[in-house]
């Protein structure tokens, strides 16, 4: 079967990239168990925007490894810091989630309900190192950020972020809930499309 290297250490994203994916005809892999990479290999995220950040991603990786390769970068843009962290969120803060939802929390104390209006943004690359063509989409979603944190799954800032229709965080959602909604679940229905016409 082919194989299909999905760019990612994350033990929260790699489960919603592979249940979002599944049935179609590849061997999903991640850096986890790819021998060809060195254990502790890591790519940069040197780009101004997360487009750039998942296409030199996909390339670096697809490059090294010889396998077609998927890679994701995502945000959360907070209309009350005008769009911060954006492509800075997942070093908004040193340390742990947790940490880094509090300090959200903090920089919001005080802002109502009503101007805590939140994105999450999300660009996935794909890389076929055979041709060397990259194809890209993106998907939204969009939300609020809570007074405080609830639920138990996911990870990141899944507890403080707030899906108004459904009344509940991320963190409150199982795992097929949260792909009907989120920006990766968007993003990867379109990724399945450009993987069924362009590279199966
Ligand atoms: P990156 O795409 O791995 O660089 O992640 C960017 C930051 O956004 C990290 O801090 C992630 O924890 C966070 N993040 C990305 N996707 C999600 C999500 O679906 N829920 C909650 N946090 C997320």
């Known amino acids: 079967m082919k194989k299909l290297l999905i760019a990612t250490r994350s033990k929260g994203k790699f489960p919603e990239i592979v249940s979002e994916l599944n049935g179609l005809p590849f061997e999903f892999l991640n850096l986890n168990n790819v021998s060809e990479l ?18 030199i991603k996909a390339m670096i990786l697809g490059k090294k490894t010889g396998f077609l390769t998927l ?11 005008d769009g911060r962290p954006g492509v800075y969120t997942a070093r908004y803060a040193p340390g742990t989630d947790k940490d880094r939802y509090r300090k959200l929390l903090g920089e919001l104390q005080g802002v109502p309900e009503e101007k805590r209006t939140a994105r999450f943004r999300a660009v996935i690359a794909i890389y076929n190192p055979e041709n060397d063509k990259i194809r890209t989409c993106e998907g939204i979603y969009d939300g609020k950020i809570a007074l405080e944190p609830k639920g138990e799954n996911g990870f990141g800032y899944d507890p403080v ?33 450009i993987l069924k016409q362009n590279f199966l």
């Open 161 to 193: 972020f707030y899906n108004v229709e459904l009344g509940k965080t991320n963190a409150e959602m199982t795992m097929e809930e949260k792909n009907k909604v989120s920006h990766r679940g968007k993003a990867l229905r379109k990724t399945k499309e």
């Open 71 to 81: 890679a994701e970068d995502a945000g959360l843009e907070v209309d009350a810091l």
């Open 38 to 55: 060195p254990s502790n290999f890591e790519v940069e995220e040197p780009a101004a925007t997360l487009e750039g950040n998942a296409i």
